[in-house]
């Protein structure tokens, strides 16, 4: 009679594991379609989709923030030599700034075929790869006879350049989940950072020793990078469930099958195409009268980017506290109002500098939010997402650029704002769009 008790009891005690499971296993279930069909609002936060590994330190996290400053800052430092180069090159301007355009373009390359490679392989060894392969071309660069055989290399370091990319989702892989926004903010500023002072360093090191060597100096400071990475970042493996190419083909589908990645995107684009129509317009109106500045002083103008850089952290901190729906739409009613002021602030210096800091304050607090959506929708293999939404991201900073120096030539200064003021309208409109829609 015992022995009958104990195995009636030693059933239900099965049966009831068995069905506590199912339950879990389906409200996980549930809880990842939701994390996907409310836009991204809720990021996923379960240990599950994380690679297990020693957790990401802060010297590690500001390693990798140097490194991103310095693969990004590669693609820059020739634009202020421009000169120099077409007099030692014995070419035209125009013929150098055709080879310097290689680099945008070998920078999509970049993410579009060498960011999915960290789902596949250990992101340790390949990053240090493409650093490695940067310091070749910086230094092949820089011994280069004639400017057709500039544009190659420039397109094969604007590729490499995407390292940025590339620790972002490492980011999105290894950083604990808690504090991935916060580690992503501190990676982004890298990144901004990078942005800011690739044309800063590179022209000053450009007239103390010269174009060439200042290719030196950065190519040996790429190569110190490429050691390091592998020994900095924790080992992983990577994804043998899928292979390179067949990661490749799945990117375009990740549009289609999550609502996530596309409202991230599309929104992403516009407010991309608003800040460098601004920018590329800002150029342009100040080198016309009434202001006719030099170059050198609209390109002090960049400097109201460092406040974006600081936006970049604490938006990180913010997003994992409250969530990346607030922060996107404070960013977009910040920087969208800026852009409306500029557009009559410009005759002041002051105003159209604090404008301009508050207006690349916002986006870049609203790209790391965004951004951080993406690194968690699948957080075992985020780089293919990453690389999908940076594509669609950078296609519409192009177009802004091409918008905005024909903008302020044909509508104005004050219209050119307005426009981008209403692309970051529309963004903040699809966001609050998405919200609706939230489960």
Known sequence: MERSTDLVRRTLITILEGARTAVTSTSVSRQRRRADDSYGWRVRTDPAGVDRHRPLSGPV??????AAALGTAT???????????????????????VALACGPMGYMVGLGLLVPLLDRFPPGRVLSAQVGVLAVALFVSAVVGSVWALGPVIGVIGACS???AGLSSVVGRLASPHRRATTLGIVTAGISAG?????????????????????MVFAAACAAVAVGLPLVIPGTRGGPERGYLATLRSIPGLFVRFTALRSAATRGALWFFAFCAMWAGLAVALSQPPYSYSAERIGMYALAGLLGILATRVSGMCTDRLGARR??????????????TVGFALPSTAAALACLALFDAGLFAAQVANQSIILAIDPAAPARFNSAYMLVYFVGGSLGTAFGTAAVERFGWPA????TAAAIAVAAALTLRADDRSV
């Open 195 to 215: 942005i800011l002072a690739g044309r800063i360093v590179g022209g000053w090191l450009a007239e103390a020793i010269g174009w060439r060597g200042m290719l």
């Open 162 to 164: 995407a390292v940025g």
């Open 75 to 97: 693609i820059y430092p020739l634009q202020p030599a421009i000169a120099d180069v077409a007099n030692s090159l014995d070419a035209s301007l125009a013929a150098v700034g």
């Open 416 to 419: 050119t704002t307005t426009i």
């Open 61 to 66: 996290i500001w390693f990798m923030s140097l």
């Open 327 to 340: 922060v996107i739409l404070v960013g977009l009613v910040i920087a969208g109002a800026a852009a409306a």
